[in-house]
Structure formats: C-alpha cells, structure tokens
C-alpha cells in the first residue's frame, strides 16, 4: 500500500495568515494526489485535484503543487471559513489513501 | 449537478451485516467509479472499496473478505454490504464518486454520510 504522510497534524494560525500543509508518499505517484476540507458533521469537500488542478467554485486562496513524492497545499490568506481539517489522498494505486489529516484551528 | 444520497440501517449488533445504499442523481455511471469510504469517530478517512459501471468491483484488502460493493444500473443505485461487523466497523460511511481525469482520478460528489453503530 502507497502511505501518505501529513504534516502537521494540527497548526494554529491567525486570519489572514499563509498556511502550508504538506503531503509525502511512500513511493513516486506523479500528480495522483488529491486534497479535501472537512468540517465537522460535514462530508469531505474536493478543493485541489491532479495535484495543482482547482475544484470548480473553490477560493483562489487555495493552490496545490508538488509531483512524485512531496506536495503542499496552500492557503494564501486564511479566511473565517477555512477553519477545518484538511486530508490529502493518493489515487495512483489501490487501495486509495488518505492522509491522516491536518487540523487548522483559531491561534 | 450531481448528488448523492445514501440510507442505511444505523445501528447494529457484532456479526450481523451493515447494509447502505447511495442513489445517484443527475449523473450517470459511465466514466465514474463508485466508492464507500468510512471515518471513524474522531479519526481519518479509510477508503473501503469501488465498483465501475461494468459491474467490477475493487476492495481494499482490510476488508475484502467481508465487502461486496455492487450496481443497479436500473435504479441508479449502488450498494455497501459488510458482514461480520465488530466494533471497530463504528463509523460514519459515505458514498462518493470517484471522476476519472485525464492525468488523475478523484472523489468529486459524496453522500452526506450515514452514522453506523456496532453495539451488542
């Protein structure tokens, strides 16, 4: 199975401030790398697909980049709403992963 | 607009089988793969299999020996069946449709997630 890695697993963060998320997988996966917001009750949104690729009506403070192993996703100024946990997933091999998410609280 | 709804019986005695169904509007299922993934309470996403719209499905290997995911192309539903549940089978499941790219493949519409309780 392909692991996937996040870092951090929390991070307080102020509004308006940059955060950076990161993602390592256990093996090269090219651009088969996903990213999803939660919220709490709420199912898991698709905010950054292939990578670098932006979902259809997601903010463009939201970009991904990154191929084979590493990749990041960023918000470039954190808004109110953003307040969530946020999961990255490979969809290179089976079974799919996810990782094992990043909380984003109020500092 | 896609959208998914799932429903399910939500609780559950151990080793009896959890059974869930997500229809499927205003998409068809061609070109998609269809997918259950569940979430522990507190903890992350754990992806539990698919089925194309052949008919062929995919499992991951945790759970393959209790997971049969399958079609109804005729009422644009597909279905979760998990025999044996445990405990640790607790979690909210959900539906979701897995769009594949041209470079890449991922989860694009879910289901709003179904709570399912093992508990004797």
Known sequence: ?107 | QVQLQQWGAGLLKPSETLSLTCAVYGGSFSGSYWSWIRQPPGKGLEWIGEVNQSGSSNYNPSLKSRVTISLDTSKNQFSLKLSSVTAADTAVYYCARGFRGRTSSWYDYWGQGTLVTVSS
Do not use: M
């Not at chain 1, 990578?51 to 100024?77: E, H, K, M, N, W």
């Open chain 1, 1 to 107: 199975d392909i692991q996937v890695t996040q870092s951090p697993s929390s991070l307080s963060a102020s509004v308006g401030d940059r955060v950076t998320i990161t993602c390592r997988a256990s093996q090269t996966i090219g651009i088969y790398l996903n990213w999803y917001q939660q919220k709490p009750g709420k199912a898991p949104k698709l905010l950054i697909y292939a990578a670098y690729s932006s979902q259809s009506g997601v903010p463009s403070r939201f970009s991904g980049s990154g191929s084979g192993t590493d990749f990041t996703l960023t918000i470039s100024s954190l808004q109110p709403e953003d307040f969530a946990t946020y999961y990255c997933q490979q969809s290179h091999s089976s079974p799919r992963t996810f990782g094992q998410g990043t909380r984003v609280e109020v500092k």
